[in-house]
């Protein structure tokens, strides 16, 4: 099997392992928004703003330092136990410093007399972490299968709770319905908003179980040694990830705070949209990131990751003329009181290609061990984000959080393209990229602007886009063709 096809075969098994579950995931945020009022909904957003702030810190770029060590250090028991421990060591100090401080940390999170909220986001954090290299490992030692299985089984109790909390039960309660008297006499005693937190929590706790045992067959070797060089390599991973988070959440965050909660909530609601840009993106990660890795000593390698590209922003532009040209047929996932910033999305759409593009872009400074660069993009793309949203917010409102965030991420892919021709050059097909990105957009504002609804006009115009792939990749394709 070439290594393209390799990749694509791993991609898809990535795709449907992280595709899958996070559309079950959409589906859920109908039974939220019609369970949670706007206000509560931003609690929910709230929460996993400061989960995903916390998640890198802990994990300290440690998974993408495994893939980058594991193909290049011959004892694999040391690398393995090296990271696993690490992570646990980090995990046990963040418990401890948490309990020694729970009242400061109810007042930081703003989780005021729900002492409950600040355990369950602890144990999440707790139990993601520790479970960061098992499913790295799973990845670097090609076992997509295994890896897509246990991610499906989290998905899948996680929506089974969801469903349980916030729909059937208050249903039954409201039809007068008899149930066992530990639910009717407890589940009004819990906030609505936790049973999505205790869902998690559970999906993890399983997960965790089912991958632990694909770490404990490696023999215990900690390498201080090599911890040091781990670290040399991941901290700047962890401080561009700590500002990616920024980029991806400050928006909801100031919304929150400078024009309310309610706002924050349809924001969000809304921003679920773009789900789909960000699973193709996701999924091209999962598959990408160690093949990168694996394939970087071949003679063609850098070919490889030009056609990579192309492909990308192809499938990439399709994903977003589809979800703006079918936008009000998608908007039926979310309840129509949170309808009111769907213009926000065919905006961040863009900007998540944008960023794909980016993580594309990225792999010469991970190749080169030069990733302090990852950092500097990172943190280009922070300050942007905090600026464009302080200074526009209260003047456009929330539509000034998706422009900035298409600003920021537009700015990283061109900064990361012009720095790394320097150190890793890749023959990328700059004119057939800009074709498709400059289509797709002018095509997108047609459909979203002059012909939303007309669902006949989008289609055609999906199919225009389709005869300008053709174009550009005929001989491509005749060239596969005639080689099968």
Same mark, same amino acid.
């Given at each position: 099997?070439?290594?393209?096809?390799?990749?694509?075969?791993?991609?898809?098994?990535?795709?449907?392992?992280?595709?899958?579950?996070?559309?079950?995931?959409?589906?859920?945020?109908?039974?939220?928004?019609?369970?949670?009022?706007?206000?509560?909904?931003?609690?929910?957003?709230?929460?996993?703003?400061?989960?995903?702030?916390?998640?890198?810190?802990?994990?300290?770029?440690?998974?993408?330092?495994?893939?980058?060590?594991?193909?290049?250090?011959?004892?694999?028991?040391?690398?393995?136990?090296?990271?696993?421990?690490?992570?646990?060591?980090? +995990?046990?100090?963040? &418990?401890? @410093?948490?309990? $020694?401080?729970?009242? /400061?940390?109810?007042? !930081?999170? %703003?989780?005021?007399? =729900?002492?409950?909220?600040?355990?369950?986001?602890?144990?999440?954090?707790?139990?993601?972490?520790?479970?960061?290299?098992?499913?790295?490992?799973?990845?670097?030692?090609?076992?997509?299968?295994?890896?897509?299985?246990?991610?499906?089984?989290? +998905?899948?109790?996680? &929506?089974? @709770?969801?469903? $349980?909390?916030?729909? /059937?039960?208050?249903? !039954?309660? %409201?039809?007068?319905? =008899?149930?066992?008297?530990?639910?009717?006499?407890?589940?009004?005693?819990?906030?609505?908003?936790?049973?999505?937190?205790?869902?998690?929590?559970?999906?993890?706790?399983?997960?965790?179980?089912?991958?632990?045992?694909?770490?404990?067959?490696?023999?215990?070797?900690?390498?201080?040694?090599?911890?040091?060089?781990?670290?040399?390599?991941?901290?700047?991973?962890?401080?561009?990830?700590?500002?990616?988070?920024?980029?991806?959440?400050?928006?909801?965050?100031?919304?929150?705070?400078?024009?309310?909660?309610?706002?924050?909530?349809?924001?969000?609601?809304?921003?679920?949209?773009?789900?789909?840009?960000?699973?193709?993106?996701?999924?091209?990660?999962?598959?990408?990131?160690?093949?990168?890795?694996?394939?970087?000593?071949?003679?063609?390698?850098?070919?490889?990751?030009?056609?990579?590209?192309?492909?990308?922003?192809?499938?990439?532009?399709?994903?977003?003329?589809?979800?703006?040209?079918?936008?009000?047929?998608?908007?039926?996932?979310?309840?129509?009181?949170?309808?009111?910033?769907?213009?926000?999305?065919?905006?961040?759409?863009?900007?998540?290609?944008?960023?794909?593009?980016?993580?594309?872009?990225?792999?010469?400074?991970?190749?080169?061990?030069?990733?302090?660069?990852?950092?500097?993009?990172?943190?280009?793309?922070?300050?942007?984000?905090?600026?464009?949203?302080?200074?526009?917010?209260?003047?456009?409102?929330?539509?000034?959080?998706?422009?900035?965030?298409?600003?920021?991420?537009?700015?990283?892919?061109?900064?990361?393209?012009?720095?790394?021709?320097?150190?890793?050059?890749?023959?990328?097909?700059?004119?057939?990229?800009?074709?498709?990105?400059?289509?797709?957009?002018?095509?997108?504002?047609?459909?979203?602007?002059?012909?939303?609804?007309?669902?006949?006009?989008?289609?055609?115009?999906?199919?225009?886009?389709?005869?300008?792939?053709?174009?550009?990749?005929?001989?491509?394709?005749?060239?596969?063709?005639?080689?099968?």
């Amino acid at each position: 099997m070439s290594a393209l096809k390799k990749f694509l075969k791993d991609t898809v098994i990535y795709g449907i392992a992280a595709v899958l579950p996070r559309v079950i995931n959409f589906l859920l945020v109908r039974v939220h928004t019609d369970a949670l009022a706007a206000e509560s909904y931003a609690v929910n957003s709230d929460f996993y703003i400061w989960t995903a702030l916390f998640a890198v810190a802990l994990s300290f770029g440690m998974e993408t330092a495994f893939f980058r060590f594991y193909n290049t250090e011959k004892n694999k028991d040391a690398i393995v136990s090296t990271s696993f421990v690490t992570s646990i060591v980090t +995990v046990v100090l963040f &418990v401890v @410093i948490i309990a $020694l401080f729970f009242d /400061f940390f109810e007042q !930081f999170f %703003d989780f005021q007399n =729900n002492p409950l909220r600040l355990k369950l986001f602890v144990g999440i954090l707790a139990l993601d972490t520790i479970s960061m290299i098992p499913f790295a490992y799973l990845r670097v030692a090609n076992r997509p299968v295994k890896y897509a299985a246990i991610k499906l089984l989290n +998905v899948g109790i996680i &929506v089974l @709770i969801n469903l $349980l909390c916030l729909k /059937f039960i208050p249903n !039954f309660l %409201d039809e007068g319905i =008899n149930l066992p008297t530990f639910i009717t006499s407890n589940y009004n005693q819990i906030d609505k908003v936790n049973y999505i937190f205790i869902a998690n929590i559970v999906g993890s706790a399983i997960s965790f179980a089912l991958v632990l045992p694909f770490i404990l067959k490696f023999k215990f070797k900690y390498d201080f040694a090599l911890l040091k060089r781990i670290l040399i390599y991941s901290w700047p991973i962890m401080v561009a990830g700590l500002a990616y988070v920024i980029n991806e959440n400050l928006d909801k965050f100031l919304i929150k705070r400078m024009i309310g909660d309610a706002e924050m909530g349809i924001y969000s609601a809304c921003y679920k949209l773009a789900i789909f840009m960000n699973l193709y993106i996701l999924a091209f990660r999962l598959g990408a990131e160690p093949f990168f890795f694996n394939n970087a000593s071949k003679k063609n390698a850098k070919e490889t990751y030009a056609k990579i590209m192309n492909y990308f922003v192809i499938i990439g532009a399709l994903f977003l003329i589809g979800i703006v040209a079918y936008i009000d047929i998608l908007k039926y996932f979310i309840n129509p009181n949170y309808w009111g910033a769907l213009s926000i999305v065919p905006i961040i759409l863009l900007a998540n290609l944008f960023l794909g593009i980016y993580y594309n872009l990225g792999i010469w400074y991970k190749l080169t061990d030069k990733t302090i660069y990852g950092m500097y993009f990172s943190i280009v793309g922070a300050l942007i984000t905090i600026g464009l949203n302080i200074w526009l917010i209260p003047t456009i409102g929330i539509m000034a959080s998706a422009y900035a965030t298409l600003i920021a991420y537009g700015s990283m892919a061109i900064i990361s393209y012009l720095i790394g021709k320097k150190y890793y050059t890749v023959p990328y097909n700059l004119n057939k990229i800009t074709v498709y990105l400059l289509a797709s957009i002018a095509i997108c504002i047609l459909s979203f602007v002059y012909f939303r609804g007309n669902f006949w006009i989008s289609t055609l115009l999906i199919l225009a886009f389709a005869a300008i792939i053709y174009y550009n990749e005929k001989d491509e394709l005749i060239a596969i063709v005639k080689k099968k």
